[in-house]
């Protein structure tokens, strides 16, 4: 079965950096992608990876090595509206969304 | 960028009413449309794959009779909840790819919250 496992919660401090990793096993690979979703809200999107390496858009960075079958979004001098679910998605070889269950990132002063 | 649109944002309906939800892609055109479901503190389950002038596609368990999905425009797919129940209460979120394949992402409405009284 196709599967994406991500830690259920994690906690950091305002400032620091925090590294949410993400592991997938799924029938074929067309991407990874990471969606932040505050509460009550719908996600929206942060990053894509489909090469092997490290993608960095300004604060929040995303690496993936597909041998591995693993990625991370790492973020950088968080900020208390930091404070969400991250979810890790993949796109399988049908081009459909395998979605992880999400990471509740909450951030202390 | 792109932007999809989601209507309404909230609604309070007494049971064995249905509801219609409303998901127009406001500066791309769409033929896939999708509809999730989220209940609180859950991930994002996906209930049905919306094809612009054709049948939509059902996941696994979801009542395709209860849940009305109509894509007649390729800026525009609908979600009505027929006969809702309590347990229907739930985040309803609509999302479209702008592109075909490729890395074009999901962009998500701002969801539905839907409460059955």
């Given at each position: 079965?196709?599967?994406?496992?991500?830690?259920?919660?994690?906690?950091a401090?305002?400032?620091?950096?925090?590294q949410?990793?993400?592991?997938?096993?799924?029938?074929?690979?067309?991407?990874?992608?990471?969606?932040?979703?505050?509460?009550?809200?719908?996600?929206?999107?942060l990053?894509?990876?489909?090469l092997?390496?490290?993608e960095?858009?300004?604060?929040?960075?995303?690496?993936?090595?597909?041998?591995?079958?693993?990625?991370?979004?790492?973020?950088?001098?968080?900020?208390?509206?930091?404070?969400?679910?991250?979810?890790?998605?993949?796109?399988?070889?049908?081009?459909?969304?395998?979605?992880?269950?999400?990471?509740?990132?909450?951030?202390?002063? | 960028?792109?932007?999809?649109?989601?209507?309404?944002?909230?609604v309070?309906?007494?049971?064995?009413?249905?509801?219609?939800?409303?998901?127009?892609?406001?500066?791309?055109?769409?033929?896939?449309?999708?509809?999730?479901r989220?209940?609180?503190?859950?991930?994002?389950?996906?209930?049905?794959?919306?094809?612009?002038?054709?049948?939509?596609?059902?996941?696994?368990?979801v009542?395709?009779?209860?849940?009305?999905?109509?894509?007649?425009?390729?800026?525009?797919?609908?979600?009505?909840?027929?006969?809702?129940h309590?347990?229907?209460?739930?985040?309803?979120?609509c999302?479209?790819?702008?592109?075909?394949?490729?890395?074009?992402?999901?962009?998500?409405?701002?969801?539905?919250?839907?409460?059955v009284?």
């Amino acid at each position: 079965g196709q599967n994406i496992d991500q830690p259920t919660e994690m906690t950091a401090t305002e400032g620091a950096i925090v590294q949410i990793n993400c592991t997938y096993q799924t029938s074929g690979f067309n991407g990874l992608f990471w969606y932040q979703q505050h509460a009550g809200e719908a996600p929206t999107f942060l990053s894509y990876n489909v090469l092997d390496g490290l993608e960095e858009k300004g604060r929040f960075s995303s690496f993936l090595s597909r041998s591995k079958g693993y990625s991370y979004l790492l973020l950088k001098e968080l900020q208390m509206k930091d404070s969400a679910s991250y979810l890790c998605a993949v796109r399988d070889s049908n081009y459909q969304l395998i979605w992880g269950a999400g990471t509740k990132l909450i951030i202390k002063p | 960028g792109a932007v999809v649109s989601q209507h309404p944002s909230r609604v309070i309906c007494k049971s064995g009413t249905s509801v219609k939800i409303e998901c127009r892609s406001l500066d791309f055109q769409a033929t896939t449309m999708f509809w999730y479901r989220q209940f609180p503190k859950q991930s994002l389950m996906l209930m049905a794959t919306s094809n612009e002038g054709s049948k939509a596609t059902y996941e696994q368990g979801v009542e395709k009779d209860k849940f009305l999905i109509n894509h007649a425009s390729l800026t525009l797919s609908t979600l009505t909840v027929t006969s809702a129940h309590p347990e229907d209460s739930s985040f309803y979120i609509c999302s479209a790819n702008e592109g075909v394949k490729g890395n074009s992402p999901l962009h998500f409405g701002n969801g539905t919250r839907l409460t059955v009284t």
